[in-house]
């Protein structure tokens, strides 16, 4: 894991109304979400965001509609302005930037993906994939090795004289994700990327995005309202509700350890046993007694119950990188797809 911050946000506040900063005073003083809009005919965007997200690592922001996720991405790239707080880039406070800058951090720093592709619909899918590079001057034939390379990665061979409109769904957003990596920007920000997919499809994004960053490992922030989604791709997940972060960690450290109600109802539905990994639920060390075979670390719950063939007393070896990280047994295992709210309603 590289601990290196890309970008840390500390303390931001959003409040939509004719005067927040009035409205920020009472936030700060206890004010509740629904209260702000009741007394003072003002919405409460964000509370109080506070979130380290690391290099060459997928921070997923997720929460219902309205949780503030959207909102909160755009202040990354300040196409929406906080009303208190600091946004930091590389350390720097990206808020005492000057148009010039912002410029440069929006077509160079930082690519952006949408929920809506956002192709141009009279330029070629080469054309579309090389618009960062003309924004910043290129002619096409300079920037088109690149726009093809990775046209290319994305699955898109041979489709670079398409139109946007002559292409599937699932397609036309490949064209979005190679024309945010032909930028070649640190960043990039994914806002609901995969939501207006078919669900195969969607599947079959999120793999792609996942082999994508094996290789290239960019900061990426995505924004999604789908537990599933974020479990899946997250290094790092940040739960929002009414505008503030409720909860945020390693994803399974918070399905197995939810911080409220409202994160245990969130994760309820889940299939734990695809979702949970071996790494979460084992015990370190050495591995004595007999051993029924070896899983990797990696691996979900739910292969290793399948390893096991129904039995309740097998136990066996982890491998990570060649070598014995501890064991796994099933009772270790019943216990983790097992809720919380559900062993305390037992006990």
């Not at 003083?29 to 409460?44: I, N, R, S, W, Y």
């Not at 999120?206 to 922030?221: A, D, P, S, W």
Request: proline share 3%; no cysteine.
């Amino acid at each position: 894991m590289n601990n290196n911050v890309k970008i840390s946000i500390r303390n931001l506040y959003k409040i939509f109304g004719a005067d927040p900063d009035m409205a920020l005073a009472e936030v700060k003083a206890g004010m509740t979400k629904p209260d702000l809009l009741e007394k003072h005919e003002h919405v409460l965007g964000l509370n109080d965001i506070n979130v380290d997200m690391r290099e060459g690592e997928i921070t997923v922001i997720m929460g219902l509609s309205g949780s503030g996720k959207s909102t909160l991405i755009r202040h990354l790239n300040r196409l929406i302005e906080p009303t208190a707080g600091e946004v930091l880039v590389d350390g720097e406070d990206i808020l005492g930037w000057n148009e010039a800058r912002l410029r440069q951090l929006r077509r160079k720093g930082m690519s952006m993906v949408f929920q809506k592709f956002a192709l141009l619909p009279h330029r070629t899918v080469l054309e579309n994939a090389g618009t960062a590079l003309a924004t910043q001057g290129e002619k096409r034939e300079e920037y088109e090795a690149e726009a093809n390379k990775w046209l290319d990665r994305v699955g898109l061979f041979g489709y670079g004289g398409q139109y946007p409109h002559q292409l599937s769904g699932g397609m036309q957003q490949r064209v979005g994700i190679a024309r945010a990596l032909t930028s070649n920007s640190d960043i990039m920000l994914m806002d609901e990327a995969f939501s207006a997919l078919d669900p195969l499809i969607r599947t079959d994004m999120q793999g792609l995005l996942l082999e994508l960053q094996e290789e290239l490992h960019k900061t990426i922030v995505f924004i999604t309202h789908d537990l599933d989604e974020a479990l899946k791709l997250a290094d790092h997940l940040v739960i929002l509700n009414d505008g503030a972060i409720v909860q945020q960690g390693e994803p399974q450290h918070i399905l197995l350890n939810p911080a409220d109600p409202y994160i245990e109802e969130f994760v309820s539905d889940i299939n734990r046993a695809r979702v949970l990994r071996v790494r979460s639920v084992m015990r370190e060390g050495d591995v004595a007694g007999d051993i029924a075979g070896e899983v990797l670390h990696n691996d979900n719950l739910e292969s290793v119950i399948a390893a096991a063939e129904g039995a309740i007393d097998k136990r066996f070896r982890v491998m990570r990188a060649g070598k014995a990280v501890g064991v796994i047994e099933m009772p270790d295992i019943m216990r983790a797809l097992v809720p919380r709210r559900a062993r305390l309603d037992a006990a």
